[in-house]
């Protein structure tokens, strides 16, 4: 390919199309050529405008004489100059040619004009407006590869460049960027202009900028800045104080897991509303969305702990991801899987009381599981052949498997090699790129074992095994115990599994036993001769990666008596297990829902409660039938309104409040709601905010409450918020009428003016549980839209539209349809696949409605 790409290159004078996109062929290319890059970049931004005008001067070293692209798409470029020469203007395909008989070896300066594009959705460089005050404000986002529409760049992760930025702003705004402002001065009383010192070598997609009436919140000494948009400063200044000394706190604990001090020069977190993502980790100045840390609903203490490996995910990235890069986003686990990863490790540390593994196993194993059980899963290393498709490398397996596997290296290779494996990491990769096979030496390094086999199965196969056990007692003592590996997607996968076994008694401690697995079954001589167990269960502590099902003489077992185990580790685990077994069809949902109806009452953790409510929602919504469901109702109505007001926490009491609105469906669970609405009704010790009454409202709308109509006027009139008018789109979304269902796929798709975040947060109302049948006309259409919306719309986003169209679809019908699109459309592979891990929970519902329609 080497030979190819050169061509493409040398011939774009010779109106050869360039390539689309950046193809890896080209990165390679141009990496070997180009260093040495610092880009001095000026923006013009104006109050309600457009665009913006920009100005930039870009140095770089280059090896050999040849035409280079650059980087720059859907702006316009007014001037070039080349060494000093004007040259012609040649845009193709995304890039702009600097021809070679204007470039030279050594160093170069290239210097454009340009205008980039502004807008409240589908542009990097995006505009809000406050609809409290009318204040507006401007942010960038750029990650994978959208810094080359906001300017000519070298757009690819291995080609870090130095970046000095002046913006001319209206005078009362803030900018904030990777580096402290070095002076601001005002060109006239409207205009100021602030400039930024460069920073260190960082990648196209890590440089930012933030730009409105920003206000700086609880400015002190050693702590970290936080920025608010000015309509909100005094909400933030209640949570400001924590949020920047959780981050503070976990900075030092980084600094010294680490051996290597914060890599830039200064932190700051600005909350940024309507913000696609939780965060973005721009180096030194990382975005959170706003609602993220503000929170719109009544908090419970699961709320605060998300919020908290929120901010340590982000702080972390300013090692892994933002110091020390991967070269190409199919390494995106480098920074991902590694931030999320160690924001737990920290967590644990800075709040050891917080049961935090517990919580991580909660977090992210069940999502993980969920999609590599799936046809569409891929490896944690995925192929990007271009960075076109570098969305599409974002979701569970980055975010949640890759978190999941570094457990299991962690429990291999011991916790001191794994935390110095990281020090060699980051020493020998400090302000530039890293592949994976340079973190795997690196354990290798220091663990003195041979990871590559291990690395092979759990980073480039795709997939995972289900463990079983197999074991028999006689005279009281274990007489064999068998454990074996399948692969879930029948591929011939085998992995290498450490797990820790654990022997359950009534009245007496379990016994934990090590057990390493490198074959497709192994006997555990170490559990010969033990006392024969009540149960048992192959993954204690959730170190192993896989699908861990209780085994025919555990399961009724630990059923009956799942009440009485006093570990709440394990019990979780026993929980997820038991789950696991209802979307494999081997326990019938009506059987987990008897269980959680007669256990939910004993639960008193917050999270545990959490996740069995989640779990018995989906149960009731999607497996079981209408008769089935009306069976369970009333009892799971009246326990919610029960626990809602008597639970022992404040926390539980919310929790309980958001399982009344998950489940209320008969008049009793709607007049619950009104109620509450209407304030005759009060959760003690909880006061109710904004997003917990417009939350009611939608429901009250989706079910077709009598008085939805008026419930949803009276609280339009009595919330007059910016955010009120976003809740507001979302519950209209939930109406069970076709002209409206119609009217809101149109906007979602041809209205460019409609933020993302309020697209996006509708989208579960669009498809409320109980309209399947009314919105499967509608799925034809999301999935034409596909393409596009690959093309306009952030990460993550893309994944939530399916998710919300096809996994919320029930019938047979529905799941023809789908499956009929794959095979009829020529679509992206990264797509197909994304398609095919949404599908499947269709295709699981399906199967285990037609298993109990057996029964």
Not at 7 to 32: H, K
Not at 497 to 509: C, P, V
Not at 513 to 538: I, Q, W
Request: aromatic share 10%; with cysteine.
């Amino acid at each position: 390919m080497r030979g190819v790409i050169l061509f493409i290159i040398a011939a774009v004078s010779c109106a050869t199309a360039a390539p689309v996109g950046v193809p890896r062929e080209l990165a390679r290319e141009r990496a070997a050529e180009i260093s040495d890059i610092h880009y001095r970049l000026s923006f013009n931004l104006k109050a309600r405008a457009t665009d913006t005008s920009g100005r930039e001067e870009l140095r770089f070293s280059l090896r050999s004489v040849r035409p280079v692209l650059l980087d720059y798409r859907d702006g316009d470029v007014n001037n070039l100059n080349v060494n000093g020469a004007e040259v012609p203007v040649a845009t193709n395909n995304g890039h702009l040619e600097l021809p070679a008989d204007k470039l030279r070896i050594g160093n170069n300066v290239v210097t454009v004009n340009f205008t980039s594009r502004i807008a409240p959705a589908g542009k990097p460089i995006t505009r809000y407006e406050d609809k409290d005050d009318g204040s507006e404000y401007i942010y960038t986002l750029f990650v994978p590869m959208d810094a080359s529409m906001a300017f000519p760049c070298f757009d690819q992760p291995d080609l870090k460049g130095r970046f000095k930025l002046n913006i001319s702003a209206p005078s009362d705004w803030t900018v904030i960027s990777n580096t402290a402002a070095e002076s601001i001065h005002h060109d006239d009383q409207e205009t100021g202009v602030t400039s930024f010192p460069e920073t260190h070598p960082i990648s196209t997609y890590l440089f930012a900028f933030a730009a409105g009436p920003f206000r700086k919140v609880h400015e002190t000494a050693g702590l970290p800045g936080l920025y608010v948009r000015k309509s909100k400063l005094s909400r933030a200044q209640i949570e400001a104080p924590e949020v920047q000394q959780v981050t503070a706190d976990a900075t030092r604990y980084l600094a010294n897991y680490f051996a290597q001090p914060f890599p830039f020069s200064k932190y700051d977190m600005v909350l940024i509303p309507g913000l696609p993502y939780g965060g973005m980790e721009h180096a030194g100045a990382t975005f959170l969305r706003e609602e993220s840390v503000l929170f719109r609903a009544a908090p419970t203490h699961t709320d605060l702990i998300n919020r908290d490996i929120l901010l340590l995910h982000e702080l972390t990235h300013q090692w892994f991801g933002d110091f020390t890069t991967m070269r190409w986003f199919d390494d995106l686990w480098l920074k991902e899987g590694f931030a999320q990863y160690m924001a737990y490790q920290t967590l644990a540390s800075l709040k050891p009381d917080d049961n935090v593994w517990k919580r991580f196993y909660e977090a992210i194993k069940p999502t993980a599981y969920a999609i590599d059980v799936t046809k569409g899963t891929t490896p944690i290393y995925q192929e990007i052949p271009n960075l076109k498709d570098a969305k599409s490398a974002y979701g569970a397996i980055v975010y949640s498997k890759a978190p999941g596997v570094l457990k299991q290296l962690e429990f291999v290779v011991g916790a001191d090699q794994f935390r110095d494996g990281l020090r060699i990491y980051l020493r020998d990769h400090s302000y530039g790129n890293a592949e994976w096979s340079d973190l795997v030496h690196a354990f290798e390094q220091t663990s003195g074992q041979s990871l590559q086999n291990w690395a092979d199965m759990w980073i480039r196969h795709r997939g995972m095994p289900q463990v079983d056990v197999h074991w028999s007692c006689e005279g009281g003592r274990v007489a064999s115990f068998n454990m074996s590996q399948r692969d879930v997607l029948d591929e011939g996968g085998l992995w290498p599994i450490s797990t820790q076994l654990r022997l359950n008694y009534d009245n007496a401690a379990p016994t934990l036993l090590r057990v390493d697995m490198k074959t497709a079954s192994v006997n555990v001589p170490e559990a010969m001769g033990k006392r024969c167990p009540e149960s048992v269960f192959a993954n204690d502590e959730d170190h192993a990666y896989g699908r861990f099902l209780l085994d025919p003489q555990s399961r009724p077992s630990v059923v009956e008596k799942i009440g009485n185990v006093h570990d709440l580790f394990q019990t979780t685990l026993l929980w997820g297990s038991l789950w696991e077994s209802v979307r494999v069809a081997d326990l019938p949902p009506h059987d987990y829902l008897s269980l959680s109806v007669a256990q939910l009452p004993k639960q008193t953790d917050e999270s545990l409660t959490q996740s069995i409510i989640a779990h018995t929602s989906t149960a009731l919504h999607r497996y079981v039938t209408s008769d089935e469901r009306a069976k369970f109702l009333p009892a799971l109505e009246k326990l919610a309104t029960a626990r809602m007001m008597d639970a022992p926490d404040q926390g539980l009491r919310i929790i309980w409040f958001r399982g009344l609105r998950t489940f209320a469906e008969t008049e009793y669970g709607r007049d619950r709601l009104k109620e509450l609405l209407s304030r005759k009704l009060a959760v003690p010790g909880v006061e109710l905010r904004q997003l917990d009454r417009w939350n009611m409202v939608t429901a009250l709308i989706a079910l077709g409450d009598p008085q939805a109509d008026a419930i949803f006027e009276a609280e339009r009139m009595r919330d007059h918020t910016g955010d009120a008018l976003k809740y507001a789109y979302v519950a209209e979304a939930a109406r069970p009428d076709k002209k409206i269902k119609q009217k809101y796929l149109d906007d979602y798709l041809h209205n460019p003016s409609r933020p993302e975040d309020w697209v996006e947060q509708s989208l579960g109302a669009f498809n409320y549980w109980n309209q399947s049948e009314l919105t499967e006309p509608y799925l034809q259409g999301a999935l034409e839209a596909l393409p596009q919306i690959k093309r306009d719309r952030k990460i993550f986003f893309l994944v939530t539209w399916l998710n919300s169209f096809i996994a919320n679809q029930q019938s047979p019908s529905a799941d023809e349809q789908v499956h009929s699109f794959l095979k009829a459309s020529e679509i992206d592979r990264d797509v197909r696949l994304k398609i095919l891990q949404e599908l499947d929970e269709l295709d699981r519902t399906v199967q285990i409605r037609e298993r109990n329609s057996e029964k």
